[in-house]
């Protein structure tokens, strides 16, 4: 079973705030300072992807060394993503779920199968 | 209590993957321009800190329409990140705790404490 | 004639340097400020590219319209990277040319004609 | 004098494109894989000033070490600009202009002296 099923969001929020704690960086931990972490770390992910096609992308789930380098990255975003919310106090699946309420009412699953906003329209 | 401490990671990801089945999005959501898509997201994100200062950024969480707007974002970036997961594969808890067992080496507690890195060191 | 042959970088440099003062913007336009702005407008450059695959991205530039809202996304990249500039002090063209010295040394035509690094050596 | 008086944008232009060129990079450099290339050096640059405040990133002019090393990440992000407009036969100084008449417009300085858009209005 991965451990993804029996995770909690909190539970890691809660790795991500100790390991903050016990090196008193919460100093550095502005929410400004945060989303720029994010952002770079996102740009890192990237670099993975810059140079291949869209097809190849698709490939690197088979290539178990350049897929863990890649699952790194994806964690340095996501621990800055838990560290911002833990300074913001924002509750992540909430925000989610909501979001993703929103989505759906933007994107009818019906008027968007296969398409993404107008200008993907058949013409 | 927060849905945080409640919902588990796969809770989240089996969200975004029905999501995207039901459009039938998978065709779009390559890791490449998932990649792009969530640097995308980032950088709306870091759009509300933009032009406040560090200090004032520490603020936006006793300003609920702000707060909203920036969880809104931080949403986004992280249904990107789901969305990457499930594409790949990666188990996101499991990715997530051995990068933190990686980084709690690589920045022992008591050498860091207070600083950043080596050029944060005293002089 | 394009204006890219008459015109220097200072003239740019000048352009950017007077919208600022003219506003009175120099107090928002820090170092650390100015760097977010550039990645921001490089992540909307980047929107425009985000859903479409490698061969389509090549055809946007026989698109009129695609091609002038990217020419203005590319523009307000560059016109924060004049202003980062201006506020640092630095010589582009001198930085550029300097940075493309350092460039053909890493990588020698001979050795990287049609490969980017190790990783794309031929196997 | 500084190289920027007497440097066109075409000339920096011809130095990327016969740089790569040379290499023969142009089956690498879509518009597409440019645009991630643009957004992944924005972010190198940005770590730069990710843990600083930003008072402190105005005092980053007067240490020449990390002047150079900005200004070498920004020479990145401009190499790229360069590159892209190669690919997309645009204009940028002639873009430039154009955009900045339009931000002149949307932004006339009698009205935003000292502030941005309607948010930063005095209250």
């Known amino acids: 079973m991965p451990a993804d099923a029996t995770t909690t969001v909190q539970q890691l929020k809660e790795i991500m705030r100790a390991f903050v704690a016990e090196r008193d ?10 989303s720029m972490s994010l952002a ?6 990237m670099e993975h992807f810059q140079w291949i096609d869209v097809p190849a992308s698709r490939q690197v789930k088979d290539e178990p ?7 790194e990255e994806l964690a340095d975003v996501l621990c800055y993503a838990l560290a911002l919310s833990n300074e913001l106090g924002l509750d992540l699946s909430e925000t989610i779920r909501a979001k993703m309420v929103k989505n759906a009412t933007k994107y009818p699953a019906a008027e968007f199968r296969g398409r993404y906003g107008k200008d ?3 013409t």
Do not use: M, R, T, V
């Open 65 to 71: 060394a350049k897929l863990a380098a890649i699952g």
């Open 40 to 45: 770079i770390e996102a740009a890192e992910l």
């Open 25 to 34: 960086w919460q100093q550095f931990h502005s929410p400004k300072n945060l």
């Open 120 to 122: 993907d329209l058949p």
